[in-house]
Each structure stands twice: as structure tokens, then as C-alpha cells.
């Protein structure tokens, strides 16, 4: 059974960084794009990053470009995404998720059908 579990989410200071990180079980991550999305109470699911099949391509929002990287490590079947300069507004449950193998890259969410639990990240003094 494909699954992808989350980790690295916590508490952290504003201009603070933190290091999620998103495991693979049951497949293998080489064939499959990752994306990063995050949600925020009565907001809709934003996309915030993308790494395409052997990291040829990576994609960010808007509103974190130049302060998160993603990267993957398919040695150990694991994503990361690195956020820096975090602010309040950076603020949400943060997933990652697979598209169909088919697929590429993308930060639209309906693109995507194995999804983690999710981590939680909170800025905050």
C-alpha cells in the first residue's frame, strides 16, 4: 500500500526555519513527482512546492519562493522541503503527496491522489 508520512512540523519563532520531511512506504519515490501542499484553518489547500522525477524540475509558490528549497534523497525515499524566514503567515498543516506516476509536476492539489497525514507548523513569539 502506497504511503507518505510527514515529520519535522513544530512550533518555531517568526524569521526561524524548519525541515519537513516526507517518507515513502510501500513504493518507490523514483518514479514519482512530490508536491508540498499546506492548509490553513478556512482557507483553501495551497500548493507550496514541487520536485519532479530526479529533481530535473522544481516548482514553488508565490508566496514561498525564495525561502523554502524541496529536495529529494530517493536513496532513502524521502522528500524535504527546507523553510526559512518563516512568518505567521507560513502558519498551516503542511502535506506532501504523489501524483499518478504518469503525471508531472504541479501545485494544483486535484492533480494528486496519495496523500500524508500531514504535519502541523506553527509561527509564532
Known amino acids: 500500500q502506497l504511503q507518505l508520512v510527514e515529520s519535522g512540523g513544530g512550533l518555531v519563532q517568526p524569521g526561524g526555519s524548519l525541515r519537513l520531511s516526507c517518507a515513502a512506504s510501500g513504493f518507490t519515490l523514483d518514479y514519482y513527482a512530490i508536491g508540498w501542499f499546506r492548509q490553513a484553518p478556512g482557507k483553501e489547500r495551497e500548493g507550496v512546492s514541487c520536485?519532479?522525477?530526479?529533481?530535473?524540475?522544481?516548482y514553488y509558490g508565490d508566496s514561498v519562493e525564495g525561502r523554502f528549497t524541496i529536495s529529494r534523497d530517493d536513496a532513502r525515499n524521502t522528500v524535504y522541503l527546507q523553510m526559512n524566514d518563516l512568518n505567521a503567515e507560513d502558519t498551516a498543516s503542511y502535506y506532501c503527496a504523489a501524483p499518478d506516476p504518469s503525471r508531472g509536476c504541479s501545485l494544483d492539489y486535484s492533480r494528486y491522489d496519495t496523500w500524508g497525514q500531514g504535519t502541523q507548523v506553527t509561527v509564532s513569539s
Open positions: 520536485i519532479s522525477v530526479r529533481a530535473t524540475r522544481t
